[in-house]
């Protein structure tokens, strides 16, 4: 039994490494009376949506149940990709080429969106594309993670390398791996200071923001929508759902059913050496595998401590306790850290849905863009830019994830009693993979 004190530092918390910098925040003015838009969740999607609107002279008010920035968005581990998830993440199947092919092309486009914001708004956010590398957990998984990197970038234009045992030094300083892919189109940003220039922003522009302002119900009224939250009545034109992971059954319950909130947990370790950041990864690259029960770690923009991400078992669990399990599996890649301790550990909800892929239209009274998957950072705000777009009626084109089917899971109502049986599922498969296959 490894003690306490030989694994966290005298300073260790229960929070997000990310809001050292920029802490969530709390606004209490009082609420608006009426509105054109009534915006629910302060992510990276509401705030975009927020911003656009308010840029074309629309009164908004975008509503958190908690603090805001205190949610998924700036929980994550920060990096930002384009149409590479639906190629990894198996999206790719069952879905119509032609829509895929366009879905393919707006995530491209949201990652074009996001470096062009933060760099034409000059937004505070720790934006750097170094790529990211995906490791093959299990020998069977190369040639996979090979055709898998073929297809990206085949579909998306983005540059790919492959790598062996061997020569994976150039870009992750472990053995774990069999190898896999390098895809340079790939970067990273620091959450919680994002989020935060994006409330700058959208206040410039004369949006409202309101934190513990929990959306109870929203019904239709003679000139829109009635929003009753916890703290008052608002008066809207329309009303847009944008709360991922986060999706409330009581106010938005057709959505709750098609929004599965898988939680996730992430370590961050104390100050680390420059040169062991840079022998274990190499151009502070974005670093994930092959298994279905992923890793994901990246060095902190600062390049001060390694971040690490996954699940640590099939249930949820205190933060403490999961920064235990989180470390062996951090030490099972990278056997140097064992001396190091952890500063913070964390968690947050991603929103998964059943076709893994997000999911923009009107359900509930409102209107919604929901369904990150794991790829939220670069995706959700595209997309709360491109649904303040369909208000305005000012779209260039049709959005390829606005459509009509949202498909929901049968015997679900928004509390995810089956999780752990799939986590189960994958970590067995997982397990045997990389033991004999």
């Given at each position: 039994?490894?003690?306490?004190?030989?694994?966290?530092?005298?300073?260790?918390?229960?929070?997000?490494?990310?809001?050292?910098?920029?802490?969530?925040?709390?606004?209490?003015?009082?609420?608006?009376?009426?509105?054109?838009?009534?915006?629910?969740?302060?992510?990276?999607?509401?705030?975009?949506?927020?911003?656009?609107?308010?840029?074309?002279?629309?009164?908004?008010?975008?509503?958190?149940?908690d603090e805001l920035g205190s949610g998924a968005s700036t929980r994550t581990g920060g990096m930002v990709s384009s149409g590479q998830k639906l190629v990894v993440g198996g999206a790719i199947k069952g879905i119509a080429?032609?829509?895929?092919?366009?879905?393919?092309?707006?995530?491209?486009?949201?990652?074009?969106?996001?470096?062009?914001?933060v760099e034409e708004q000059k937004?505070?956010?720790?934006?750097?594309?170094?790529?990211?590398?995906?490791?093959?957990?299990?020998?069977?998984?190369?040639?996979?993670?090979?055709?898998m990197g073929d297809i990206l970038a085949r579909v998306t234009g983005v540059k790919v390398h492959r790598?062996?045992?061997?020569?994976?030094?150039?870009?992750?300083g472990s053995d774990y791996y069999h190898g896999g892919i390098l895809v340079d189109d790939y970067g990273g940003l620091h959450p919680a200071k994002y989020h935060r220039a994006l409330r700058e922003l959208a206040r410039r522009h004369g949006?409202?923001?309101?934190?513990?302002?929990?959306?109870?119900?929203?019904?239709?009224?003679?000139?829109?929508?009635?929003?009753?939250?916890?703290?008052?009545?608002?008066?809207?034109?329309?009303v847009l759902v944008c709360t991922n992971g986060y999706t409330d059954a009581t106010p938005t319950p057709s959505l709750a059913r098609r929004v599965v909130p898988v939680r996730s947990y992430q370590i961050a370790t104390e100050p680390l050496p420059p040169e062991l950041i840079e022998r274990l990864v190499p151009g502070g690259r974005m670093i994930t595998d092959s298994r279905r029960d992923l890793i994901y770690s990246r060095p902190s923009p600062d390049g001060s401590r390694l971040l690490f991400g996954s699940r640590p078992g099939l249930y949820e669990i205190d933060e403490r306790?999961?920064?235990?399990?989180?470390?062996?599996?951090?030490?099972?890649?990278?056997?140097?850290?064992?001396?190091?301790?952890?500063s913070?550990?964390?968690?947050?909800?991603?929103a998964m849905t059943v076709d893994k892929t997000a999911h923009?239209?009107?359900?509930?009274?409102?209107?919604?863009?929901?369904?990150?998957?794991?790829n939220g950072v670069a995706l959700m705000s595209w997309l709360g830019y491109r649904l303040a777009q369909k208000l305005l009626e000012s779209a260039p084109r049709p959005l390829s994830f606005d459509r009509e089917k949202f498909q929901r899971l049968p015997f679900y109502d928004g509390r995810p009693w089956f999780l752990p049986l799939a986590s189960g599922w994958y970590r067995l498969r997982d397990g045997i993979e990389r033991r004999w296959r």
């Amino acid at each position: 039994m490894v003690r306490d004190d030989a694994v966290f530092s005298d300073d260790f918390v229960k929070r997000p490494y990310w809001w050292d910098a920029a802490p969530p925040e709390t606004c209490l003015d009082a609420l608006p009376t009426e509105v054109d838009v009534a915006i629910v969740g302060s992510g990276y999607a509401g705030l975009n949506a927020a911003i656009e609107l308010a840029r074309h002279g629309r009164r908004v008010v975008v509503l958190d149940a908690d603090e805001l920035g205190s949610g998924a968005s700036t929980r994550t581990g920060g990096m930002v990709s384009s149409g590479q998830k639906l190629v990894v993440g198996g999206a790719i199947k069952g879905i119509a080429p032609e829509l895929f092919q366009r879905m393919i092309e707006d995530s491209i486009a949201s990652f074009a969106f996001i470096q062009q914001l933060v760099e034409e708004q000059k937004l505070d956010a720790d934006l750097e594309i170094k790529g990211r590398y995906f490791g093959a957990h299990a020998a069977s998984h190369l040639p996979r993670l090979y055709q898998m990197g073929d297809i990206l970038a085949r579909v998306t234009g983005v540059k790919v390398h492959r790598f062996n045992r061997d020569d994976q030094h150039q870009v992750i300083g472990s053995d774990y791996y069999h190898g896999g892919i390098l895809v340079d189109d790939y970067g990273g940003l620091h959450p919680a200071k994002y989020h935060r220039a994006l409330r700058e922003l959208a206040r410039r522009h004369g949006a409202e923001l309101r934190s513990h302002a929990r959306v109870l119900e929203i019904k239709p009224a003679s000139r829109g929508k009635v929003v009753l939250t916890q703290r008052g009545a608002i008066e809207a034109r329309e009303v847009l759902v944008c709360t991922n992971g986060y999706t409330d059954a009581t106010p938005t319950p057709s959505l709750a059913r098609r929004v599965v909130p898988v939680r996730s947990y992430q370590i961050a370790t104390e100050p680390l050496p420059p040169e062991l950041i840079e022998r274990l990864v190499p151009g502070g690259r974005m670093i994930t595998d092959s298994r279905r029960d992923l890793i994901y770690s990246r060095p902190s923009p600062d390049g001060s401590r390694l971040l690490f991400g996954s699940r640590p078992g099939l249930y949820e669990i205190d933060e403490r306790q999961a920064a235990l399990k989180l470390r062996a599996r951090m030490l099972e890649v990278w056997p140097e850290l064992a001396d190091y301790r952890l500063s913070h550990a964390w968690s947050g909800k991603v929103a998964m849905t059943v076709d893994k892929t997000a999911h923009v239209g009107a359900m509930d009274e409102a209107h919604y863009a929901l369904g990150c998957n794991g790829n939220g950072v670069a995706l959700m705000s595209w997309l709360g830019y491109r649904l303040a777009q369909k208000l305005l009626e000012s779209a260039p084109r049709p959005l390829s994830f606005d459509r009509e089917k949202f498909q929901r899971l049968p015997f679900y109502d928004g509390r995810p009693w089956f999780l752990p049986l799939a986590s189960g599922w994958y970590r067995l498969r997982d397990g045997i993979e990389r033991r004999w296959r």
